[in-house]
């Protein structure tokens, strides 16, 4: 629980305990003298320029904030808690991603607002636009151990160097672990960044601990101590805060995930800063299907509609509410027709209604909900288009003139048809894997409408992942490589994909049991990559969708 005594009595407590084990002593500490970091790597490291008097470091955090130390931005630095919240006092830059000081990479923003924490020295610091490209560093969600390792990174001071223009990268072990803050000790902490993070890799990602705040001076240039000991402020106990103070109220366009699992069906929230919310259990809350075999999910303005395939062969139908609550499952096989056989279905919005595709002993069934959500029967777009031979995957996506793409892998071949806006369907289906995709096999695809065009990702068993655009004329670009960005080595299990806000968003889960997720902006530009975590069990798909809330 955080104390709730004044702020500052606080904090002169918590530094008065430090100095007192020994740990803690002098000017605050700002840099880290280790080893030189390799170019690229932990590219989430900010260094601040704070009004051309103090350099200081921070941690991308999401696309559009830094976490950092409160004392950075006071000028009396012992005194972090004066710190006010709104824009800095000094105008204050952020380097992001820039390895090495004197080369062109990384982003470089202005911070426009400061939200301090009211128990540590830390700072929550908003860039004036957003940084794509850049994977940020996401808060633990475990409190650090006494005696383990991290790793640090930072711009400071090193032994011998009083300003360098690298980032350099530290080892540390920790020590007493208070209420709001860590001891660490090992690489010197030295002036220069204050606020430089302290990380832990955990299932093989790197996830934020702590935040340097202050330190001895042993071995940094031009201190003759010889204790290397610092503190740290914690972060693990405080994500929610983190969220909610960082939650962007301009964008409220959000990717809506749900996820099967080894242990259930479960729902999480992309919003558009980059963060996720944790996964909520769906059956907890919309009730039990037994034995779930497959999801998917689409949604009309704020709303999402999920499916679930059951054990017994019938297709169940949950809503979650624009304002967070559920709609229980109700089974819409008497509506719309049993299908034996059926193993996979693929939804999407129309507008005002749903249009959603099953796929059952090899045949491709469609059907659509009206605005009133009343369902009509299965049809059978086999009997239009042809029959495919061993289908194993449907995909589907509307694009803005009222076009229903399908998409169908079968004999490890992509195909693709449409069902045009006055009902009818094309004349039979089309080869995707006919065009250069560069891939010899096909064991996924998933489609997302972004305005008039249809974009595509197409997934290999050998783990090569290809995106196109379809144009409204009907033309197809050229296939680009994601598997660099979204999986390298690991062939994707499940892919889907969304538009949200006219950007493309693709899911995967790869044969490892971990969900990846990428962005491709109008402007043609990828984020970097991120996985959403926090899920139980093991996934197995995951299926995505755009909303406005």
């Given at each position: 629980?955080?104390?709730?005594?004044?702020?500052?009595?606080?904090?002169?407590?918590?530094?008065?305990?430090?100095?007192?084990?020994?740990?803690?002593?002098?000017?605050?500490?700002?840099?880290?003298?280790?080893?030189?970091?390799?170019?690229?790597?932990?590219?989430?490291?900010?260094?601040?320029?704070?009004?051309?008097?103090?350099?200081?470091?921070?941690?991308?955090?999401?696309?559009?904030?830094?976490?950092?130390a409160a004392s950075c931005f006071v000028d009396d630095p012992a005194q972090?808690?004066?710190?006010?919240?709104?824009?800095?006092?000094?105008?204050?830059?952020?380097?992001?991603?820039?390895?090495?000081?004197?080369?062109?990479?990384?982003?470089?923003?202005?911070?426009?607002?400061?939200?301090?924490?009211?128990?540590?020295?830390?700072?929550?610091?908003?860039?004036?636009?957003?940084?794509?490209?850049?994977?940020?560093?996401?808060?633990?969600?475990?409190?650090?151990?006494?005696?383990?390792?991290?790793?640090?990174?930072?711009?400071?001071?090193?032994?011998?160097?009083?300003?360098?223009?690298?980032?350099?990268?530290?080892?540390?072990?920790?020590?007493?672990?208070?209420?709001?803050?860590?001891?660490i000790d090992g690489t010197p902490v030295c002036k220069g960044d204050t606020?430089?993070?302290?990380?832990?890799?955990?299932?093989?990602?790197?996830?934020?601990?702590?935040?340097?705040?202050?330190?001895?001076?042993?071995?940094?240039?031009?201190?003759?101590?010889?204790?290397?000991?610092?503190?740290?402020?914690?972060?693990?106990?405080?994500?929610?805060?983190?969220?909610?103070?960082?939650?962007?109220?301009?964008?409220?366009?959000?990717?809506?995930?749900?996820?099967?699992?080894?242990?259930?069906?479960?729902?999480?929230?992309?919003?558009?800063?980059?963060?996720?919310?944790?996964?909520?259990?769906?059956?907890?809350?919309?009730?039990?299907?037994?034995?779930?075999?497959?999801?998917?999910?689409?949604?009309?303005?704020?709303?999402?509609?999920?499916?679930?395939?059951?054990?017994?062969?019938?297709?169940?139908?949950?809503?979650?509410?624009?304002?967070?609550?559920?709609?229980?499952?109700?089974?819409?096989?008497?509506?719309?027709?049993?299908?034996?056989?059926?193993?996979?279905?693929?939804?999407?919005?129309?507008?005002?209604?749903?249009?959603?595709?099953?796929?059952?002993?090899?045949?491709?069934?469609?059907?659509?909900?009206?605005?009133?959500?009343?369902?009509?029967?299965?049809?059978?777009?086999?009997?239009?288009?042809?029959?495919?031979?061993?289908?194993?995957?449907?995909?589907?996506?509307?694009?803005?003139?009222?076009?229903?793409?399908?998409?169908?892998?079968?004999?490890?071949?992509?195909?693709?048809?449409?069902?045009?806006?006055?009902?009818?369907?094309?004349?039979?289906?089309?080869?995707?894997?006919?065009?250069?995709?560069?891939?010899?096999?096909?064991?996924?695809?998933?489609?997302?409408?972004?305005?008039?065009?249809?974009?595509?990702?197409?997934?290999?068993?050998?783990?090569?992942?290809?995106?196109?655009?379809?144009?409204?004329?009907?033309?197809?670009?050229?296939?680009?490589?994601?598997?660099?960005?979204?999986?390298?080595?690991?062939?994707?299990?499940?892919?889907?994909?969304?538009?949200?806000?006219?950007?493309?968003?693709?899911?995967?889960?790869?044969?490892?049991?971990?969900?990846?997720?990428?962005?491709?902006?109008?402007?043609?530009?990828?984020?970097?990559?991120?996985?959403?975590?926090?899920?139980?069990?093991?996934?197995?798909?995951?299926?995505?969708?755009?909303?406005?809330?």
């Open positions: 629980m955080i104390s709730r005594r004044p702020r500052a009595a606080r904090t002169a407590a918590l530094l008065a305990a430090v100095v007192a084990a020994g740990v803690l002593s002098g000017p605050p500490a700002q840099a880290l003298a280790g080893d030189t970091a390799t170019d690229g790597a932990y590219g989430f490291t900010a260094k601040i320029d704070i009004g051309g008097v103090r350099a200081c470091s921070g941690t991308l955090i999401n696309n559009q904030w830094l976490i950092s972090a808690s004066s710190l006010p919240a709104g824009a800095p006092a000094r105008k204050s830059t952020a380097t992001i991603g820039r390895t090495d000081l004197t080369s062109t990479s990384g982003e470089v923003r202005q911070i426009v607002d400061l939200v301090p924490r009211q128990d540590r020295d830390l700072v929550l610091a908003k860039l004036a636009t957003p940084v794509y490209g850049i994977a940020p560093l996401r808060p633990a969600a475990t409190a650090p151990t006494e005696g383990e390792v991290l790793k640090g990174a930072g711009y400071g001071r090193t032994k011998d160097t009083w300003i360098p223009d690298r980032l350099h990268t530290a080892a540390f072990t920790t020590g007493p672990v208070q209420d709001t803050a860590v001891n606020g430089a993070p302290a990380f832990r890799e955990k299932d093989g990602r790197l996830e934020l601990v702590a935040v340097a705040s202050a330190s001895w001076q042993g071995g940094c240039v031009g201190s003759d101590e010889t204790r290397t000991g610092a503190v740290a402020s914690r972060v693990d106990d405080i994500r929610t805060w983190i969220r909610e103070s960082t939650a962007s109220t301009l964008n409220v366009w959000k990717l809506q995930m749900v996820t099967k699992t080894s242990s259930g069906l479960y729902h999480a929230i992309r919003d558009s800063n980059g963060d996720w919310t944790g996964f909520g259990d769906v059956q907890k809350v919309a009730g039990t299907i037994e034995d779930v075999k497959f999801a998917a999910d689409a949604a009309i303005s704020g709303k999402n509609y999920v499916f679930a395939l059951g054990g017994d062969g019938h297709l169940y139908q949950a809503n979650r509410r624009a304002t967070g609550g559920w709609e229980a499952f109700r089974d819409i096989t008497p509506e719309i027709g049993a299908k034996a056989g059926l193993t996979r279905v693929a939804v999407t919005s129309t507008g005002t209604g749903l249009a959603l595709i099953g796929l059952a002993d090899g045949r491709i069934y469609h059907t659509v909900q009206d605005s009133a959500e009343k369902w009509g029967k299965w049809g059978d777009a086999t009997a239009k288009l042809g029959t495919l031979g061993n289908a194993t995957q449907v995909t589907t996506s509307q694009t803005s003139g009222g076009e229903t793409h399908v998409g169908v892998v079968a004999d490890n071949k992509a195909y693709h048809a449409i069902r045009q806006a006055d009902g009818t369907w094309g004349e039979a289906w089309g080869r995707v894997s006919n065009l250069p995709t560069g891939l010899d096999s096909i064991n996924g695809m998933a489609f997302a409408g972004t305005g008039s065009n249809l974009q595509i990702a197409l997934s290999s068993p050998t783990g090569d992942i290809k995106h196109a655009i379809r144009a409204s004329s009907g033309s197809w670009g050229t296939f680009g490589n994601l598997s660099g960005k979204l999986a390298p080595h690991q062939p994707a299990i499940s892919v889907d994909a969304a538009a949200v806000n006219g950007e493309f968003q693709t899911a995967i889960v790869t044969t490892d049991g971990k969900i990846k997720h990428a962005l491709r902006h109008t402007d043609g530009t990828w984020d970097a990559a991120d996985e959403p975590t926090g899920y139980p069990g093991t996934p197995t798909m995951a299926a995505i969708t755009g909303s406005t809330s």
